[in-house]
């Protein structure tokens, strides 16, 4: 009891309950003791996700009459002086309390002093005659302080089956309990349940009328009511505008409307409205209404009458909307259907389902796919037979608009509020049982199973509340208590308008971050943006500090002391911000210098280090005591004058990469539980972004640098200079099979080499490095041609069982005595399902090297011979061998990426760069910002053999084996 309610073991001897009680308590009295018996409730309690989540549900926003009035009567029925109810979440909080020895309602306790928490952990009614002689239970606040002698408590139980808190009587006095007691306090929590039940759906109900109110506006719905005894129209603001009539002379007349109908629809317009006047049913019109500057809009409109006490139609109700986009499409239409919070479903006269928004799909568990063509008794067969059926085809037959309250039974299990509402819908049926020829119908369904459960328990508690008012023979119905009570629930729903309120807040505010982290993939620019969301939201001015990824902000405490100088150079403020224009420049200049300035005892150091918030109050004070004495942070913090600050880290899987400072004027105060909450839920999904940006960079790097260290550098022959580039995908850790390769065989001549395995993993990788290592094993042994190489590196792969596919080119350039002499060289090579090589000549033209036509893959059909295809290059030619990810696209196909290639390789050799320059700005003009694929390319330029190695091609780099190549006479 009292403000901190508690209770003692959940299975006391003493406890009513038999035997089962009894062995319960044996069992829990030789394995925990007094402290450990709270402890164990409490972790117990909010280990249960599922039963916290159902007291947060319960927990009413402000004090509840009900409650008061059900504690009172429990106390004076058992003649305690105090009683207590609590819901118990993480923590124990009191929901109403009578007595000295209670808490008030809104009052917050720990659960782990709680004697409730006990008896809600155990979930069996617990007395306690004399709590000082129980060993278990005298520890605790409310009992060692005397204000708890003798404890009677029974749990709470939802109607999902969920103990959520606790009943409880007692005072400071011992006494005993009877069986008659227990049964009568479990009466009292059972109608508490019921009350807080009804409040909550209460409130659930009321939330989904204000959404359908909130959908008719954001759908901008005109609405009318034609007073057909008086002829008085009544339209909303909306409808108004859409008749083109203004407001402030509108007088309620039909005929004010009709007279800005088009011509052409006038006639037919009033008659449909005279018809359903008289004859009552439905009324269905689209029309024009013209414009003050001669144009027209459609609008259209739909109503029903609704009949007066001599059946005769009284009045008709509709809607009415602009058409004038629908007429070109029913795309409007649509989403106008399915932004309803109301289930929406139409038939037409044979019974064929024609129509259903979102709402019927949810409801009926089943798409529109599924439901649209369907018969609707086929749809939904446990219609046939009942209520529904009765009251559809009645509203078919009679034209009346029908409205009633069902359940539908297995699978929905459902109550809803149906409306069914007959519509002409042309020529039908009219066999038996069927619809009257050309009507259909249009039914509306709210899921009620809500409110009638709840409506079902206030029935329940209502009566036992009623019953045990008479037991006590309580009838107090004073006038001045109905003002009292008057006033309470005006202050309660101002409480609920002010709470609401900033919940709304604090939802855009978190999904403003979102927003903000998500829009780009520079996290840390959007975190340091996030100072502008965070005020004037949650304080005045923030400043959000970021840890480098190389300098960690949590270490163990072994490590702490040696790395706090790497911590401190990795820090740095990214954003700042003040809500006053005129002091931005001095909290711009203060985050310039406050880290240099800060001492080992600031708050923003022991909030990383312990890796939580931490409040400062009197912040001028504080933060200038933890400064540089006479530094210019020091000047510029009294200058701003805060009066609070809190700090809360960036944390992300286990360490802090960064810290959000914020700071409130003195006049507005310290912050409130509530915006803690939200600035803390702000910094982890802060600290979750960086984090996140974090591994992205550094799965990128490894994946590179895995794939670049499986790629060597190329020889460089003699008048060949030889250029390289690997550039990876842009998706993190996707290392692909693309890989280049140059080597000299024994006779002299340069083998260049293009390939990619199949596939864009680590597996692709690995069997990118065995292909690569068997084919320029064989190819660097002899003086093989491509195709021979080739057809024994597929063989070699065969034998060694290495399950892979690959496409590659080995392309080897030949040079006779005559040829070197006529400054010409073979190009000779074979293509195993690889995209083409490409030849820029001499002058520029660009050849592509299709060769007879590709061979099969490497690792298909190792016994099929290859074939060898050659061109002769003069000297100054380019060869260009590539893999697939430098011209194919998912939106391109391979033909045009060859036919782009071929037109940029034409441009950038009218340029005349050198190799290394032609590689790169062939890779920046093919590929985008961010590749799909990786990309390999080996390109090699034939210089002139009469002239000396031109100083780009670098140093000559051959194996030592290899012959000097014959001199030649400068030419």
């Not at 059972?190 to 359908?212: F, I, N, P, V």
């Not at 290495?802 to 040079?815: I, S």
Request: net charge negative; charged share 20%.
């Amino acid at each position: 009891m009292s403000h901190d309610p508690s209770s003692t073991d959940p299975s006391r001897t003493d406890s009513p309950g038999g035997d089962a009680a009894a062995a319960r308590s044996d069992t829990t009295r030789s394995h925990v003791s007094g402290t450990d018996a709270a402890r164990v409730a409490a972790r117990a309690l909010t280990a249960d996700a599922a039963r916290t989540a159902a007291a947060r549900r319960l927990r009413p926003a402000a004090t509840l009459p009900g409650l008061q009035r059900l504690t009172r009567l429990a106390a004076q029925l058992l003649g305690t002086s105090s009683a207590q109810l609590s819901l118990l979440t993480d923590i124990d909080a009191v929901s109403a309390g009578v007595g000295p020895e209670a808490g008030r309602a809104g009052e917050e306790g720990s659960l782990e002093q709680a004697l409730c928490a006990i008896t809600a952990a155990g979930g069996v009614p617990m007395a306690i005659a004399d709590t000082h002689a129980d060993a278990r239970v005298a520890h605790l606040a409310p009992v060692a302080s005397g204000a708890v002698g003798s404890y009677l408590g029974v749990p709470l139980t939802s109607t999902g089956g969920q103990v959520v808190g606790a009943v409880c009587v007692g005072g400071p006095s011992a006494r005993s309990w009877s069986e008659g007691d227990v049964a009568l306090l479990q009466q009292v929590a059972e109608a508490a349940t019921a009350e807080l039940e009804l409040a909550a759906l209460s409130g659930e109900h009321a939330a989904d009328r204000a959404l359908l109110a909130l959908t008719i506006e954001a759908a901008q719905l005109g609405t009318f009511e034609l007073d057909l005894a008086t002829g008085v129209l009544v339209m909303n603001e909306r409808l108004l505008q859409l008749s083109a009539v203004e407001p402030a002379t509108f007088g309620g007349s039909p005929e004010e409307v009709y007279a800005h109908l088009h011509p052409e629809d006038r006639a037919a317009t009033i008659a449909a409205v005279q018809q359903v006047s008289a004859e009552g049913g439905l009324y269905t019109a689209e029309y024009r209404i013209v414009q003050a500057d001669g144009t027209h809009r459609w609008i259209a409109a739909r109503g029903a009458t609704l009949p007066g006490p001599d059946g005769a139609p009284a009045r008709l109700l509709g809607a009415a909307y602009d058409i004038t986009a629908v007429r070109e499409g029913a795309a409007r239409i649509e989403q106008i259907m399915d932004s309803m919070a109301v289930a929406y479903l139409a038939v037409d006269a044979e019974w064929t389902i024609t129509y259903a928004n979102t709402e019927v799909e949810r409801i009926a568990a089943a798409s529109r796919e599924e439901l649209i063509g369907r018969s609707f008794w086929g749809a939904f067969p446990a219609t046939v037979g009942t209520v529904f059926e009765e009251r559809y085809r009645h509203a078919v037959a009679t034209g009346q608009t029908v409205t009633f309250d069902a359940f539908y039974p297995e699978p929905l299990n459902v109550w809803v509020e149906v409306r069914a509402v007959p519509e002409d819908v042309g020529p039908g049926s009219a066999g038996p049982g069927g619809a009257a020829p050309g009507r259909g119908l249009g039914l509306y369904f709210l899921d009620i199973t809500a409110r009638k459960n709840a409506q079902q328990a206030a029935e329940a508690a209502q009566w036992v509340a009623e019953e045990a008012q008479v037991a006590a023979e309580e009838a107090q119905v004073a006038a001045e208590q109905a003002q009292v009570a008057a006033e309470e629930a005006r202050r309660v729903a101002e409480r609920e308008r002010r709470a609401t309120g900033a919940a709304n807040a604090r939802l855009r505010l978190l999904a403003e971050v979102s927003r903000e982290l998500s829009s780009t993939v520079d996290a840390e620019a959007a975190v340091a943006h996030l100072a502008r969301l965070v005020v004037p939201a949650l304080g005045d001015w923030c400043v959000i500090t970021l840890v480098d990824d190389e300098a960690p902000a949590s270490t163990p405490a072994t490590a702490r002391a040696a790395r706090e100088s790497d911590l401190r150079r990795g820090l740095r403020d990214v954003g700042w911000w003040h809500h006053d224009e005129g002091l931005r420049e001095l909290v711009r200049e203060y985050a310039d210098q406050r880290l240099a300035q800060l001492t080992d005892q600031s708050f923003l150091w022991t909030s990383l280090r312990q890796s939580a918030p931490l409040t400062v109050p009197d912040a001028t004070r504080a933060v200038s005591a933890v400064l540089t004495p006479g530094g210019r942070a020091r000047q510029l913090l009294t200058r701003l004058a805060p009066g609070f600050a809190a700090v809360f880290p960036l944390r992300a899987r286990g360490r802090s990469v960064g810290v959000l400072t914020v700071f409130t004027a003195a006049g507005r105060g310290a912050l409130s539980a509530q915006e803690m909450s939200t600035a803390a839920e702000v910094a982890d999904r802060a600290g979750l972004a960086l984090d996140a940006a974090r591994s992205y960079r550094q799965q990128r790097a490894l994946a590179e640098a895995l794939q670049r260290s499986l790629l060597s550098a190329p020889p460089e022959p003699d008048h060949g200079q030889i250029v390289v580039r690997y550039t990876p995908a842009a998706e993190a850790a996707q290392v692909g099979g693309d890989w280049y390769d140059a080597f000299i065989q024994p006779d002299g001549a340069t083998v260049l080499v293009i390939g990619d395995v199949v596939g864009h993993d680590v597996q692709a990788a690995a069997a990118m490095s065995q292909v690569r290592t068997v084919l320029r094993t064989i190819g660097a042994l002899g003086n093989d041609s491509p195709a021979r190489i080739l057809t024994d590196t597929d063989r070699a792969l065969a034998n060694l069982q290495v399950d892979t596919t690959a496409t590659a080119v080995v392309a080897r350039l030949e040079q006779s005595l005559d040829e070197r002499s006529r400054g010409v060289t073979r190009l000779r090579w074979s293509n195993a399902g690889h995209p083409p090589p490409m030849v820029i000549n001499p002058d520029g033209s660009v050849l592509p090297l299709l060769g007879v036509s590709a061979d099969l893959l490497l690792g298909v059909a190792p016994e099929l011979a290859r074939r060898t295809s050659e061109v002769v290059l003069d000297r100054g030619s380019t060869a260009i061998l590539y893999t697939d990810g430098l011209v194919e696209r998912r939106d391109q196909p391979l033909a045009e990426g060859l036919e782009v290639l071929q037109a940029v390789l034409e441009e950038l050799a009218a340029d005349d760069a050198d190799l290394d320059a032609l590689v790169d700005r062939l890779l920046a003009r093919m590929l985008p910002a961010r590749p799909e694929d990786d990309v390999a390319v080996i390109a090699v330029r034939l210089h002139r053999q009469d002239h000396p190695r031109p100083p780009e091609a670098g140093p000559q780099r051959v194996p030592p084996h290899v012959p000097d190549e014959p001199h030649l006479p400068a030419g």
